[in-house]
């Protein structure tokens, strides 16, 4: 590291198609690259990194590695978010952590990119690949907010547009470019010469210290929104909700949080689940009537509490149906 000026940093956001995108990114940086780069793809829990950690290394000149709590970094090296954990950047090492679902994902892309900013300011590049929804809008945001350059995929280049056209939209970017172009373009800036950073804005702060302890509290999160009448859907707590510009977020006081697209995806995901279990109650419900009834003549009352049954189960059935088809809607919009 250069002892004189902190390092520069580049932090890397992926979802859907992550692994061909990244893959092409990192083939283009050199061998002397002169920052360390940070990784957050999308991935389920019981998946191991191992072969992303491998495909990256393979192409192209950089080290990579998963990231491990506590680890200094270096230039010129790769650091993947291990799969189920957060990674934090603080002063010159790594933070690697268990802390709350954002967007419904851990590793996600919105706590690297805000304790990026809070430790590195404008020695900050963010840079966001393909992907659905929006996780890295907001930690977008907060890189701009702290001088850093912010890079968008254009979204005609990209896999799964949503995740560059909402940082787009939402934040406004330093450049809009096909992956291809990319490499050039970091290779340029990484080796500016850039003023002394600037005190990072409180609320960013809040949230990346939040994301370091683990475990949020009240003074915190009410400092950060206003309470309202909607319960986390992780974990059924209060909500607080922040705007930033015309993004809506969402909190809650254990540390989940939510852009609005998320919270809706949740919520809705949470209704069908609720009518699965309803349709199965009531179908138990019938067939146990049905069955008393055989049992003690098929009196007209049982018959009755029968059809009851049918006309709520073709209700529920009804109501998932127009769940699926509003989420297909949705998926073609």
């Known amino acids: 590291m250069n002892q004189t000026q902190p390092p520069m940093i580049v932090a890397v956001g992926a979802s859907a198609g992550g692994m061909h995108a990244l893959m092409k990114l990192t083939a283009q940086l050199p061998k002397d690259f002169p920052a360390a780069v940070f990784v957050v793809n999308h991935m389920s829990a019981d998946i191991k990194g191992d072969v992303l950690v491998r495909a990256l290394s393979e192409s192209g000149g950089l080290t990579c590695e998963q990231a491990h709590d506590e680890q200094p970094f270096q230039s010129g090296h790769i650091y993947l978010a291990p799969p189920d954990q957060h990674i934090l950047l603080v002063e010159e090492k790594i933070l690697v952590t268990k802390g709350a679902r954002e967007n419904r994902y851990r590793p996600a892309i919105d706590p690297l990119f805000r304790s990026a900013a809070v430790a590195y300011g404008n020695r900050v590049i963010g840079i966001i690949l393909t992907g659905y929804l929006d996780d890295g809008t907001s930690g977008m945001m907060a890189i701009k907010r702290c001088g850093g350059v912010c890079i968008a995929q254009d979204p005609l280049d990209a896999s799964y547009p949503d995740m560059p056209q909402s940082?787009?939209?939402?934040?406004?970017?330093d450049y809009c470019l096909p992956i291809a172009d990319m490499g050039t373009l970091l290779s340029e800036l990484v080796r500016r010469n850039l003023p002394d950073r600037q005190q990072p804005p409180k609320d960013i702060v809040i949230e990346a210290e939040i994301a370091q302890r683990v475990l949020s509290d009240l003074p915190s999160v009410e400092a950060l929104g206003e309470q309202v009448p909607f319960n986390c859907p992780d974990c059924g707590g209060v909500l607080w909700q922040m705007a930033e510009g015309d993004l809506l977020r969402y909190r809650c006081h254990t540390g989940h949080a939510f852009t609005s697209a998320v919270l809706l995806a949740?919520?809705?995901?949470?209704?069908?689940?609720?009518?699965?279990?309803a349709l199965r109650m009531f179908e138990e419900r019938q067939n146990l009537i049905a069955t008393m009834g055989q049992k003690q003549g098929n009196s007209s009352s049982i018959l009755q509490r029968v059809q009851d049954s049918q006309i709520h189960i073709e209700r529920i059935r009804a109501m998932l149906k127009a769940t699926h088809e509003g989420d297909r809607d949705d998926e073609t919009k």
């Open 167 to 173: 940082v787009i939209t939402n934040v406004g970017v």
């Open 266 to 277: 949740q919520q809705t995901a949470k209704i069908e689940e609720t009518l699965w279990v």
